[in-house]
């Protein structure tokens, strides 16, 4: 059984970082793409960032320059440095594992960004 297991979240302050990971357990692919997505009291789901097992990664345009993923396909783990945060990056962030139409999701972690 696969299992992703986001940790980091929390509350921080407008300006401040924070540095999520997600770990996944179980047997699976070391040639997932994987990433993150958060969603926001009354909105949808939006992505953040992924990030390939060849490292090419992808951002949101409202995290661009803030927000850096990375991965360790030893460890099947992901991260997301966040930088400069807002209040508008609070929400709920979720890990995610694709390949090949097969996904998980983690349980999701909040971060909550004070003004």
């Known amino acids: 059984q696969v299992q992703l297991v986001e940790s980091g979240g929390g509350l921080v302050q407008a300006g401040g970082s924070l540095r999520l990971s997600c770990a996944a357990s179980?047997?699976?692919?070391?040639?997932?793409?994987m990433g993150w997505r958060r969603q926001a009291p009354a909105k949808q789901r939006e992505l953040v960032a992924t990030?390939?097992?060849?490292?090419?990664?992808n951002y949101a345009d409202s995290v661009k320059g803030r927000f850096t993923i990375s991965r360790d396909n030893a460890k099947n783990t992901v991260y997301l440095q966040m930088n400069s945060l807002k209040p508008e990056d609070t929400a709920v962030y979720y890990c995610?594992?694709?390949?090949?139409?097969?996904?998980?999701w983690g349980q999701g972690t909040q971060v909550t960004v004070s003004s």
């Open positions: 179980g047997t699976i692919s070391r040639f997932g793409a």
């Open positions: 990030i390939t097992s060849g490292g090419s990664t």
């Open positions: 995610h594992w694709g390949l090949g139409g097969k996904e998980y």
